[in-house]
């Protein structure tokens, strides 16, 4: 059944480019009546790929097909839990009732034992640190596997394949034993975030309301925070009641029916990309082109490779070409390299804030329950300030220009509140200054994503994500917490650490601030204008058609 919805999905495209191919010799060597019909005849095809075309889903209604349960919203949805479990996984890591704390001894001798993972591993802050970006390993390494395998396999049973791989991984993680087990499951844990970062995003806004698109994406990213602070919370709850162990085996649980479900979704087709089965769509210009009995001349791509290198020799050489062409037009777009550089420096804070902060809370405040008020204030402020940033931007008119300026007004006002927070000594003026602050700061999320999203042609997105995601863990949250870590075990002050922590924030404002005098262009917007043109040409009788038609009223 697949095969046939991406044989039907190559055929539009096929049957426009035979009618151009026709209609171009037929005008050199002066068609006779007989040749001149059938180019008439071919040019019927295009109302049909329209048809076809619409019915797939790829133009402005989106890529859901009519007969697909996955409508917009439940597509939408299913994203939004994946990643929101995902990222409660984050926050069970670094709760202290399961990441815990070592054992210490006083100067007498006496030594109490430590408690959760650190204290039954008996880890260093900087070991403590690495679990929290060991995740980062599987991702580096699946994300360029699942990015090629995209265009031969329905992309959705890889999202089961690597949500499969994330569930045995959770279930490792609790069934770990020292320092290097569960170091391991941790990065396998990378594979399911892997599996669905690249496509999760393109296709929410491919399927979303033109007016919406934003507060859509802010949707999606809204769980971002809300998952950590689940997590904090979940994992607070569970390590104190019962085992850190526990805390793990429950994420596997509810994250095995979506594994089942990426291996029965129907699947679906991103704007900007061709179907599979190249093959099927060159046998369907070939046997268009012998029905109209018109030589055309020979596509060099299509032509077998002249050392005799196998096809599939072939198709893996140009995959890897159109890899890193694709590579290199990123990295020359400087509205996206700017954009990045921003998201890395803002998510080596949020990093270092999601996995410290319940113990940097609990040691500065002496707070009863550091993980069920860093829980409560991420929940509120990521859910507000998430969908704040979607609507604020909406309201003010997507571009890329505003988007820079939402993004550096909201970060440097924030990043203010979070550093005054940090200095204060009472612990209610810490929790209200501390609140606005992410209020104001996860109002980028939305933002931020819709640059990478529109600053790129379509078909670059699904690598526009990826790239972004690598890029702001490998160079943000993965060295920040280690870091960190390393940090409070030299200058021993969390305040200290917080505050120097915090004026990265700065940082990140700064580099979104000169994002706001680029020239930039939406290229997303500007290929469907362009789409829309050779939409409106086909719909065009050719001008052979509407001769015939009448000379055929005169006749009659």
């Given at each position: 059944m697949e095969e046939e919805e991406a044989s039907s999905s190559t055929k539009p495209t096929a049957a426009l480019?035979?009618?151009?191919?026709?209609?171009?010799?037929?005008?050199?060597?002066?068609?006779?009546?007989?040749?001149?019909?059938?180019?008439?005849?071919?040019?019927?095809?295009?109302?049909?790929?329209?048809?076809?075309?619409?019915?797939?889903?790829?133009?402005?209604g989106g890529p859901v097909t009519e007969g697909?349960?996955?409508?917009?919203?439940?597509?939408?949805?299913?994203?939004?839990?994946?990643?929101?479990?995902?990222?409660?996984?984050?926050?069970?890591i670094a709760s202290n009732g399961v990441n815990g704390s070592r054992g210490t001894c006083t100067e007498s001798g006496v030594c109490t034992g430590g408690e959760g993972i650190q204290g039954e591993f008996k880890l260093s802050n900087f070991e403590d640190g690495v679990l929290s970006s060991a995740f980062m390993v599987g991702l580096l390494i699946a994300s360029p596997i699942f990015a090629s395998l995209a265009k031969s396999y329905n992309p959705f049973r890889l999202i089961g394949v690597g949500l499969s791989v994330w569930t045995v991984a959770a279930l490792g993680c609790g069934s770990s034993f020292n320092f290097w087990s569960i170091a391991i499951c941790r990065m396998l844990v990378g594979v399911g975030e892997a599996s669905f970062i690249s496509l999760?995003?393109?296709?929410?806004?491919?399927?979303?309301?033109?007016?919406?698109?934003?507060?859509?994406?802010?949707?999606?990213?809204?769980?971002?925070?809300?998952?950590?602070?689940?997590?904090?919370?979940?994992?607070?709850?569970?390590?104190?009641?019962?085992?850190?162990?526990?805390?793990?085996?429950?994420?596997?649980?509810?994250?095995?029916p979506f594994a089942v479900l990426g291996f029965v979704m129907k699947p679906l087709q991103l704007k900007g990309f061709a179907p599979s089965g190249s093959s099927k769509a060159l046998k369907a210009v070939e046997t268009v082109n012998e029905s109209n009995d018109l030589e055309a001349p020979e596509?060099?791509?299509l032509v077998r490779d002249a050392g005799g290198r196998s096809k599939d020799?072939?198709?893996?050489?140009?995959?890897?070409?159109?890899?890193?062409?694709?590579?290199?037009?990123?990295?020359?777009?400087?509205?996206?390299?700017?954009?990045?550089?921003?998201?890395?420096?803002?998510?080596?804070?949020?990093?270092?804030?999601?996995?410290?902060?319940?113990?940097?809370?609990?040691?500065?405040?002496?707070?009863?329950?550091?993980?069920?008020t860093f829980g409560g204030i991420t929940i509120v402020c990521g859910?507000?300030?998430?969908?704040?940033?979607?609507?604020?931007?909406?309201?003010?008119?997507?571009?890329?220009?505003?988007?820079?300026?939402?993004?550096?007004?909201?970060?440097?006002?924030?990043?203010?509140?979070?550093?005054?927070?940090?200095?204060?000594?009472?612990?209610?003026?810490?929790?209200?200054?501390?609140?606005?602050?992410?209020?104001?700061?996860?109002?980028?999320?939305?933002?931020?994503?819709?640059?990478?999203?529109?600053?790129?042609?379509?078909?670059?997105?699904?690598?526009?994500?990826?790239m972004s995601t690598v890029s702001i863990h490998i160079f943000g949250d993965v060295p920040s917490s280690p870091l960190v870590g390393v940090l409070q075990d030299h200058i021993k002050n969390w305040r200290h650490t917080a505050l120097i922590l915090?004026?990265?924030?700065?940082?990140a404002a700064g580099i979104w601030f000169v994002g706001i005098f680029f020239n930039s262009v939406d290229r997303y917007a500007e290929e469907a204008e362009a789409q829309s043109v050779i939409e409106n040409k086909a719909n065009t009788k050719p001008l052979l058609e509407r001769e015939g038609g009448h000379r055929t009223d005169e006749t009659s």
């Open positions: 480019k035979s009618v151009e191919t026709s209609a171009a010799t037929a005008a050199a060597s002066e068609p006779s009546s007989s040749q001149a019909a059938e180019v008439a005849e071919a040019s019927v095809v295009v109302p049909v790929s329209e048809k076809q075309e619409e019915e797939m889903g790829r133009r402005s697909s349960w996955f409508t917009p919203k439940r597509l939408l949805l299913m994203f939004c839990v994946i990643n929101m479990l995902n990222y409660v996984d984050r926050g069970v999760a995003a393109p296709f929410i806004d491919d399927n979303a309301p033109v007016a919406k698109k934003t507060a859509w994406l802010a949707m999606f990213y809204m769980c971002i925070p809300t998952g950590i602070a689940l997590g904090y919370v979940y994992g607070g709850v569970v390590g104190s009641n019962m085992n850190w162990r526990w805390a793990f085996w429950g994420e596997a649980l509810l994250m095995l596509d060099p791509v020799a072939v198709e893996r050489s140009n995959a890897f070409t159109r890899f890193c062409g694709d590579f290199k037009q990123l990295l020359v777009e400087k509205v996206y390299v700017v954009n990045v550089l921003g998201y890395i420096a803002y998510n080596f804070v949020i990093g270092a804030y999601s996995y410290w902060g319940p113990k940097a809370g609990y040691n500065i405040y002496h707070m009863a329950s550091a993980d069920m859910i507000l300030g998430t969908l704040a940033g979607g609507y604020a931007l909406d309201r003010m008119v997507a571009t890329l220009s505003n988007a820079f300026k939402l993004l550096a007004g909201a970060t440097f006002f924030g990043a203010i509140f979070c550093f005054t927070a940090f200095c204060m000594k009472n612990l209610y003026a810490f929790i209200v200054l501390f609140a606005v602050g992410e209020l104001l700061v996860f109002a980028t999320q939305a933002p931020v994503n819709y640059v990478c999203l529109h600053c790129v042609k379509p078909s670059l997105r699904p690598l526009s994500m990826a915090t004026t990265v924030f700065f940082l």
